[in-house]
T-cell receptor, first 114, second 114 residues
Framework: DGGITQSPKYLFRKEGQNVTLSCEQN?????MYWYRQDPGQGLRLIYY???????QKGDIAEGYSVSREKKESFPLTVTSAQKNPTAFYLC?????????????FGEGSRLTVL | AQSVTQPDIHITVSEGASLELRCNYS??????LFWYVQSPGQGLQLLLK??????LVQGIKGFEAEFKRSQSSFNLRKPSVHWSDAAEYFC????????????FGTGTLLAVQP
């Protein structure tokens, strides 16, 4: 099936630990995105990548890191520097520019810091 | 700066009743406007989008939205709500170009009473 796979779906982490969220797509889309969703705050852009080996910071990049070594993969690392990492994380892709095209979303990963 | 406002945090309607979800945007040029829907614990799905042309746009699942430039609004409507429409709805605005960034509203949670 074509789509976007995020894993794990649920993740628990102790304070001070780094965690990596996986995002894999087989839609052959060039652009990939990471959003953070908190209740009542909508979606906020963390990082995005338009091509392999290139990515840009979004609005809330502090405490996060990404890589884009393959077109299909865009993992997100939540570092210990992220002050409030408990949230729902969504990966998305688009054929072209997100502002003019449709975003396709994965089912999300819920991170809880204990 | 671009912004999107969804004034209603939570709306409850009876099944079979009509629905209107409000969205107001702030953008200096002609906006690209979107409505997305999110079922609990899932990613988002595009309902419809407006770029130009006819100001009344039709989407999936029987939804439509009307772009009103004079009011800076892009309200979502459905003539008869079904129980399966219960979800959270997000309005988003983008401006094209190379920014690849959509700005999302904070969402409206729709509950449907039997």
């Amino acid at each position: 099936d074509g789509g976007i796979t995020q894993s794990p779906k649920y993740l628990f982490r102790k304070e001070g630990q780094n965690v990596t969220l996986s995002c894999e797509q087989n839609l052959n889309h060039d652009a990939m995105y990471w959003y953070r969703q908190d209740p009542g705050q909508g979606l906020r852009l963390i990082y995005y990548s338009q091509i392999v080996n290139d990515f840009q910071k979004g609005d809330i990049a502090e405490g996060y890191s990404v890589s884009r070594e393959k077109k299909e993969s865009f993992p997100l690392t939540v570092t210990s520097a992220q002050k409030n990492p408990t949230a729902f994380y969504l990966c998305a892709t688009s054929w072209g520019a997100a502002t003019t095209g449709e975003l396709f979303f994965g089912e999300g990963s819920r991170l809880t810091v204990l | 700066a671009q912004s999107v406002t969804q004034p209603d945090i939570h709306i409850t309607v009876s099944e079979g009743a009509s629905l209107e979800l409000r969205c107001n945007y702030s953008y200096g040029a002609t906006p690209y406007l979107f409505w997305y829907v999110q079922s609990p614990g899932q990613g988002l799905q595009l309902l419809l989008k407006y770029f130009s042309g006819d100001t009344l746009v039709q989407g999936i699942k029987g939804f439509e939205a009307e772009f009103k430039r004079s009011q800076s609004s892009f309200n979502l409507r459905k003539p008869s709500v079904h129980w399966s429409d219960a979800a959270e709805y997000f309005c988003a605005v983008g401006g094209g170009g190379a920014t690849n960034k959509l700005i999302f509203g904070t969402g409206t949670l729709l509950a449907v009473q039997p």
